[in-house]
């Protein structure tokens, strides 16, 4: 295979599957992209080879028994089989070659260094730059997993997912993975107060100006005149919430509202409340009221 940048961006066409899979990307301070991907294919006898371009640290959730032969920097291939529900690390740094014996079937999220040291100097920190386990080890680590699995509804439905709640996910998993595996000090990443009341009145105009969420964390955090990092947990411990769930809070304070307008189709109250579409409306306002829409506009009309 010829030599080749981008690997997270080009999985489809470095594995060979026959299909490509959704990828959606969050934004981190002045970095690269964070990478979020799901990859499957029933194909058996494939070869990949990457090649150490890629300054990143890859975490991957294994969702099905894979069985392939991994050679790292050019040693001797080992058999590589990670069971279902376990969670590897491998360093982009680093030359692998796979050879797939069977089909595969995982979650991939990417963390750019560049991204783990912006972190780290936000806090005033530093990062080792090798973390404390060694690719391919399987990682016990609860949070992470959540966070990844977190994604998957995300990558099935990425038009009805708000760009805050890929961000969330983002500074989430950059935040605990400084801390866990690359050294930088708990101490560093705790919160040294909420917002103040001019950047509460300004983060709320900008998510309530923006109901869809495609708002970047980054951009609301630089009106505020603060990291990412640092704005999202402010805003949490200000408003008991983060800036995603906030934004979901309002969308179902607006749509209720609209609701009480029997001229206003169901399909013009999704819009304007910033939902993707009726369907979405329907399932979220259901989840958090316990009715549908239509049921919570009929019971207003008696």
């Known amino acids: 295979m010829a030599r080749r940048r981008g690997y ?9 599957t026959p299909q490509a899979t959704p990828k959606l ?15 499957y294919s029933d194909e058996v006898g494939y070869r990949s080879q990457v090649f150490p371009e890629d300054d990143i640290l890859v975490l991957y959730y294994q969702l099905r028994q894979s069985d392939s032969q991994l050679s790292i920097n050019g040693k001797a291939p080992q058999w590589s089989s990670p069971p279902p529900n376990t969670l590897t690390l491998y360093d982009l740094r680093e030359q692998h070659t796979t050879s797939g014996a069977s089909g595969f079937h995982f979650l991939q999220f990417g963390l750019p260094r560049s991204a783990l040291r912006e972190m780290a100097e936000t806090h005033g920190g530093r990062i080792t730059d ?6 391919p080890d399987l ?6 997993t959540h966070l990844i699995l977190s994604s998957r509804t995300a990558l099935a439905n990425p038009g009805r997912t708000s760009r805050l709640f890929i961000d969330q996910l983002g500074l989430a998993a950059t935040a605990h ?4 595996y690359m050294g930088l000090e708990e101490v560093r990443l705790v919160a040294k107060g909420g917002l103040a009341p001019w950047q509460e009145r300004r983060a709320k105009e900008l998510l309530c100006t923006h109901l869809d969420g495609s708002i970047p964390v980054a951009e609301i955090a630089r009106e505020c005149g603060m990291s990412p990092s640092h704005f999202a947990r402010a805003f ?3 408003t008991g919430l983060p800036p995603h769930a906030w934004l979901m809070t309002r969308r179902i304070e607006i749509a209720r ?16 409340a910033g939902f993707a579409d009726q369907i979405h409306m329907q399932k979220i306002f259901k ?3 316990g009715v549908t829409p239509g049921a919570f506009r009929r019971d207003q009309a008696h």
């Open 257 to 272: 509202a609209l609701l009480r307008s029997p001229a206003l189709a169901l399909r013009d109250v999704a819009r304007q």
């Open 25 to 39: 990307f969050a934004r981190s301070l002045a970095a690269e992209s964070i990478v979020i991907n799901e990859m």
């Open 130 to 135: 090798m973390p404390s386990v060694r690719p």
């Open 8 to 16: 997270l961006n080009n999985l489809d066409e470095l594995f060979g």
């Open 287 to 289: 989840q958090r009221t």
């Open 236 to 238: 949490r411990q200000t």
């Open 139 to 144: 990682l016990d680590d609860p949070v992470l």
């Open 177 to 180: 993975f400084s801390r866990r």
